[in-house]
T-cell receptor, first 109, second 114 residues
Framework: AQRVTQPEKLLSVFKGAPVELKCNYSYSGSPELFWYVQYSRQRLQLLLRHISRESIKGFTADLNKGETSFHLKKPFAQEEDSAMYYCALPGEAGTALIFGKGTTLSVSS | DGGITQSPKYLFRKEGQNVTLSCEQNLNHDAMYWYRQDPGQGLRLIYYSQIVNDFQKGDIAEGYSVSREKKESFPLTVTSAQKNPTAFYLC?????????????FGPGTRLTVL
């Protein structure tokens, strides 16, 4: 069955430090993976999806099929990056997304 | 932040009562979804609908019901059979109902059972 694991509940870093939010998945076939972000008092929104291979707000994520991972990275964290981050992939029906439990990123100065 | 709206923002319910949460979208999206968000649990899928007049159960459908009579609307009813309904409920929509596409989320409804 499809599953998403985000092993860290909370990640605290200092401004300017590198950030890596971990996501591991279980999926039969070739997955379409997503990162969603929820800033304080804002809606949950798409940050990036692996198929587009874009860099959004300095974040990137590379799909590693061998390690079944889709870690989210940013070389220099900013305070405005503080938020809840969710990794997601399609469920068995192929449409509705299955989300991980989320990682709270806290960036302090 | 238009596109997908949820009402009310806060909802209080007495035990034994059914309540209905509203979700409307004007994005012309085919698919709509309901998730429940609890601290430490992430988002869990309650129901989803790929097309009008059709919907499927998600992972935690027990105690909930939905309808999809119009493309724009996907209301969720939390029934008295739901054992622990206090939570934050998120509605979402996406263009395609067949393959995974970007989901757009509403602002959420916080339900509290008194």
């Amino acid at each position: 069955a499809q599953r998403v694991t985000q092993p860290e509940k909370l990640l605290s870093v200092f401004k300017g430090a590198p950030v890596e939010l971990k996501c591991n998945y279980s999926y039969s076939g070739s997955p379409e993976l997503f990162w969603y972000v929820q800033y304080s008092r804002q809606r949950l929104q798409l940050l990036l999806r692996h198929i587009s291979r874009e860099s959004i707000k300095g974040f990137t994520a590379d799909l590693n099929k061998g390690e079944t991972s889709f870690h989210l990275k940013k070389p220099f964290a900013q305070e405005e990056d503080s938020a809840m981050y969710y990794c997601a992939l399609p469920g068995e029906a192929g449409t509705a997304l299955i989300f991980g439990k989320g990682t709270t990123l806290s960036v302090s100065s | 932040d238009g596109g997908i709206t949820q009402s009310p923002k806060y909802l209080f319910r007495k035990e034994g009562q059914n309540v209905t949460l509203s979700c409307e979208q004007n994005l012309n999206h085919d698919a709509m979804y309901w998730y429940r968000q609890d601290p430490g649990q992430g988002l869990r899928l309650i129901y989803y609908s790929q097309i009008v007049n059709d919907f499927q159960k998600g992972d935690i459908a027990e105690g909930y019901s939905v309808s999809r009579e119009k493309k724009e609307s996907f209301p969720l009813t939390v029934t008295s059979a739901q054992k622990n309904p206090t939570a934050f409920y998120l509605c979402a929509s996406s263009r395609q109902g067949v393959t995974a596409d970007t989901q757009y989320f509403g602002p959420g409804t916080r339900l509290t059972v008194l």
